[in-house]
């Protein structure tokens, strides 16, 4: 029985070099943090650039559903007694989405945002996409099984779809007034990618053990946090007052 879904494990120094390259990039993305002179707005897009982020976004989703059909029909003729693996993340991935979007309505109206049931729908979609790119980047070529007669060819038409539908999910942050970029979601973006490092150390493989579920689990909760960190409010700090000062005799 051919499973689907899957990918082949890093072995060797194939996931210490993934590894490193991780916790490189996990490292620049903590520096971006500290240095980028944060909070800071996203640029809202006007009116004919919304309509264009909105008509990508669409378009992306039916050119992803119309390759995925191509896909499944090939995967299909090659491997007839195919099965779905279990799959233990998307309940995780459901409380996440869920939680985010209540906690952004409640945080949007107790500011008096304009629009907040808006912002939660767009916060909602994102926040996976935060886990989803880079662990596409890392997986895509490892997809199990091949299919023939041009493995790496299905594996551009499956992915190069859903690389713009996180692309453009993502540019969907920029229609939401409350959305600022934030060091707590830098930070956490960087540990979320200092634990894929953890889990590349174990052969990034298929959350099927104890420890790679784990790892996924823990990575996702920081991508959430990441994304619930660019809707909270960044309160200023306190000046403390200083002496009181006597005004001139007269």
């Not at 390259?21 to 006007?46: D, I, Q, S």
């Not at 008509?55 to 499944?72: E, N, Q």
């Amino acid at each position: 029985m051919t499973h689907y879904g899957t990918w082949v494990a890093y072995s060797g120094s194939g996931r210490t070099a993934l590894a490193i390259g991780l916790v490189a990039v996990a490292a620049g993305v903590t520096y971006a943090g500290l240095r980028l002179p944060l909070p800071v707005r996203l640029p809202r897009p006007g009116n004919r650039a919304r309509a264009v982020l909105l008509i990508a976004w669409g378009t992306s989703i039916v050119a992803f559903l119309a390759c995925l059909a191509v896909y499944v029909d090939q995967a299909g003729r090659e491997f007839p007694s195919r099965s779905v693996p279990a799959d233990p993340i998307t309940p995780v991935t459901a409380v996440g989405v869920a939680a985010i979007f209540v906690t952004v309505i409640i945080v949007g109206r107790s500011r008096g945002e304009q629009g907040p049931v808006a912002s939660a729908v767009i916060g909602a979609m994102a926040a996976p996409m935060i886990f989803e790119l880079p662990f596409d980047l890392i997986v895509m070529a490892r997809t199990y099984p091949p299919i023939p007669p041009d493995p790496a060819l299905y594996r551009i038409i499956f992915f190069a779809p859903l690389f713009l539908i996180e692309l453009t999910t993502l540019s969907l942050l920029s229609m939401s007034a409350m959305v600022r970029l934030t060091r707590p979601a830098f930070f956490a973006a960087a540990l979320m990618l200092l634990v894929f490092a953890l889990w590349a150390l174990s052969g990034f493989a298929y959350p099927a053990t104890p420890l790679p579920f784990a790892l996924n689990v823990l990575s996702k909760i920081l991508a959430f946090i990441a994304a619930i960190s660019l809707y909270l409010p960044i309160r200023a700090a306190a000046t403390a007052p200083g002496p009181a000062v006597s005004p001139p005799p007269a």
